[in-house]
């Protein structure tokens, strides 16, 4: 009789009417050769056909019922699994060839490390059908993480593996956020110590469409968003176990964020709106208006630049 090997990785899903999609995201997992993985999908309680794509997968856990967001369904996951390395997939994402043995080879040569980050790649889907990338975030310092990335960077959380014992030690993830639940956790577990081993594989792909919770072509969530990112940034500048550097760049990300509310107030015509963004800006950090005016010029002196480089081309 041969042994059943408990799994080495723990992958959990959050689905929502991705009938479409799921195969895609299900069978990428199924491919990742050398290591034993457990796959939990946790289904809100898709009426598209989800379900009867996920019933042709028998390895799989899945749950189906409501819930409240898809920061509760991972919760939800994590609460039953069983392997000590632990991520998340995207119900309409990809893990890439090799991307588990690659963060089962990191972790294995850097025990004390809490999680292991490699390269991710956004793609989309040409009118050809054919699949291109859009961009790629493969930087060692960002997998890392530094201040700068937890809160105006792009923290590809999918791209992350976790060990049990830091989800042991810091807790899940807030279902209150429903857009930054990814970059609540990532703050609060940096600030308690967590050490990420970089991965040096591209391992995950974010397919972008216009379904798309966070990576979409246009910010069709942009006031959520920028709702919940107050509402991090003042956390994060009123916590007292914060280190100065993460407050600064709190700071910062406070005054982009209030800017950006406000402007997109003010394109709205909702005046009184933005005058309560900029006062309650002006209460928190009385320097925001110009760290917001620094923030702005900066990115449009770096796209001017970027375009001009583009313009030359090759020399």
């Not at 889907?125 to 201040?147: F, H, T, V």
Request: hydrophobic share 40%; aromatic share 6%; proline share 7%.
């Amino acid at each position: 009789m041969t042994a059943i090997l408990p799994p080495t990785f723990s992958i959990v899903t959050p689905c929502l009417n991705r009938a479409d999609l799921i195969a895609e995201a299900v069978e990428s997992v199924q491919a990742q050769d050398g290591v034993t993985v457990e796959h939990i999908v946790i289904d809100g309680g898709s009426t598209d056909g989800t379900l009867e794509v996920l019933a042709r997968y028998p390895h799989l856990r899945v749950l189906s019922g409501a819930d409240h967001g898809v920061y509760d369904a991972i919760n939800r996951g994590l609460s039953i699994a069983c392997g000590p390395i632990l991520g998340h997939l995207n119900s309409d994402d990809v893990l890439l060839p090799g991307a588990l043995a690659a963060v089962a080879r990191v972790l294995a040569a850097e025990p004390d490390a809490d999680a292991a980050c490699g390269g991710a790649v956004v793609t989309v889907l040409g009118p050809d059908g054919r699949s291109r990338d859009l961009c790629r975030y493969d930087d060692p310092a960002m997998k890392r993480l530094r201040p700068a990335d937890l809160c105006r960077g792009v923290p590809i959380i999918n791209a992350r593996f976790f060990r049990r014992r830091l989800y042991d030690r810091v807790g899940g993830y807030d279902p209150s956020y429903r857009y930054a639940g990814d970059r609540e956790f990532l703050l609060r577990a940096w600030t308690a110590g967590m050490t990420t081993a970089p991965v040096p594989e591209p391992v995950y792909a974010y397919r972008q469409h216009a379904g798309s919770l966070t990576i979409a072509g246009r910010l069709t969530h942009t006031v959520p968003w920028l709702d919940e990112h107050l509402r991090l940034a003042r956390r994060t500048i009123d916590d007292p176990a914060s280190p100065p550097a993460l407050r600064r760049e709190a700071r910062a990300w406070f005054a982009l964020e209030t800017g950006r509310a406000a402007v997109h107030a003010l394109t709205g015509a909702r005046f009184g709106e933005a005058a309560r963004l900029a006062l309650g800006g002006a209460v928190a950090d009385p320097l925001w208006p110009a760290r917001f005016l620094a923030q702005t010029a900066g990115y449009c002196l770096r796209r001017l630049g970027q375009a001009k480089d583009q313009a030359a081309g090759p020399s």
